[in-house]
């Protein structure tokens, strides 16, 4: 899987590892995965959530796309991992379902 991060302050090289390994584990849910597409905006402290982060995932049939906003980015890359896990579960049940 091809994994595009496009982002608006540089990240620590620990961050960028978390984000890789979170993304490639998701092709153990759903194999068909083609890229992810990753948009990440860290805030300056002044609001509530510090760190956005947008996924969207190239798949066949209509992308899978997540967001996450919370106040540290390691937990905006958990939250957005959970929700796009739980999209591709429903996706493959779906297509499993039809077969």
């Known amino acids: 899987m091809q994994i595009h991060i496009n982002q608006s ?14 993304l490639e584990k998701l092709t153990t849910f759903y194999e068909r995965i ?3 597409t990753v948009h990440i905006k860290q805030d ?3 609001g509530e959530n510090e760190a956005t982060i947008n996924v969207r995932l190239a ?7 997540a967001e996450a906003s ?3 980015i390691e937990k905006s890359i958990a939250e957005v ?8 579960r429903k996706l493959k ?5 039809r077969n």
């Open 34 to 36: 083609e890229s992810a």
């Open 81 to 88: 991992h959970d929700k796009l896990r739980r999209q591709l």
């Open 9 to 22: 302050s540089e990240l620590a090289g620990n961050t960028k590892y978390l984000l890789n390994e979170k």
């Open 70 to 72: 919370e106040e540290t």
């Open 93 to 97: 049940e779906k297509q499993n379902g």
């Open 59 to 65: 798949v066949p049939g209509p992308d899978i796309v």
């Open 44 to 46: 300056d402290g002044l």
